[in-house]
T-cell receptor, first 109, second 114 residues
Framework: GQNIDQPTEMTATEGAIVQINCTYQTSGFNGLFWYQQHAGEAPTFLSYNVLDGLEEKGRFSSFLSRSKGYSYLLLKELQMKDSASYLC??????????WGAGTKLIIKP | DAMVIQNPRYQVTQFGKPVTLSCSQT?????MYWYQQKSSQAPKLLFHYYDKDFNNEADTPDNFQSRRPNTSFCFLDIRSPGLGDAAMYLC?????????????FGPGTRLTVT
């Protein structure tokens, strides 16, 4: 079967670093996406990993280990505007996105 | 700017009264998706079009129908909304369904059923 799991909620301090983990199980895999979703708004694309390793994009980095079915999103120098939900989603063998429920990130001053 | 547009942003309908949500795109993408998202839950794919080829998810209720009259427009029809259909409805597009393309989302329509 297919499943995907991420923590429901995390809290971090402005200026700090936070790592949001995502684990998944699937027989067919065509990459893993991270999206950011502010409350009441649509998801916006952050990153895509299909090969093992770290992809860095400014303050945000995403890591993938296919053998472990594991990914994380790393956010550095946290800003208040980073308060949002972060959704991971993997693309299955049919190129369909299988979504996690999202991790609500709360940033405190 | 190329984009995905959804109208209206907020829709209130009565229990059992048909409602139509609309989505348009200026990206000229082949694939259009409709998702339902309830609070703190993952987006749930209802159906998608690859060009005019309609693909219905197995667990999408018959109460939900869709139309795509041309590349740019796609509609979601809810024939008899129930209280459980209150949700955010997200339209998304991608260039193709045979590749690992990111999906571009519209701002969503928040549906309230009274």
């Amino acid at each position: 079967g297919q499943n995907i799991d991420q923590p429901t909620e995390m809290t971090a301090t402005e200026g700090a670093i936070v790592q949001i983990n995502c684990t998944y199980q699937t027989s067919g895999f065509n990459g893993l996406f991270w999206y950011q979703q502010h409350a009441g708004e649509a998801p916006t694309f952050l990153s895509y990993n299909v090969l093992d390793g770290l992809e860095e994009k400014g303050r945000f980095s995403s890591f993938l280990s296919r053998s472990k079915g594991y990914s994380y999103l790393l956010l550095k120098e946290l800003q208040m505007k980073d308060s949002a939900s972060y959704l991971c989603a993997f693309m299955d063998s049919n190129y369909q996105l299988i979504w996690g429920a999202g991790t609500k990130l709360i940033i405190k001053p | 700017d190329a984009m995905v547009i959804q109208n209206p942003r907020y829709q209130v309908t009565q229990f059992g009264k048909p409602v139509t949500l609309s989505c348009s795109q200026t990206l000229n993408h082949n694939v259009m998706y409709w998702y339902q998202q309830k609070s703190s839950q993952a987006p749930k794919l209802l159906f998608h079009y690859y060009d005019k080829d309609f693909n219905n998810e197995a667990d999408t209720p018959d109460n939900f129908q869709s139309r795509r009259p041309n590349t740019s427009f796609c509609f979601l029809d809810i024939r008899s909304p129930g209280l459980g259909d209150a949700a955010m409805y997200l339209c998304a597009t991608s260039p193709s369904s045979g590749g690992a393309d990111e999906q571009y989302f519209g701002p969503g329509t928040r549906l309230t059923v009274t």
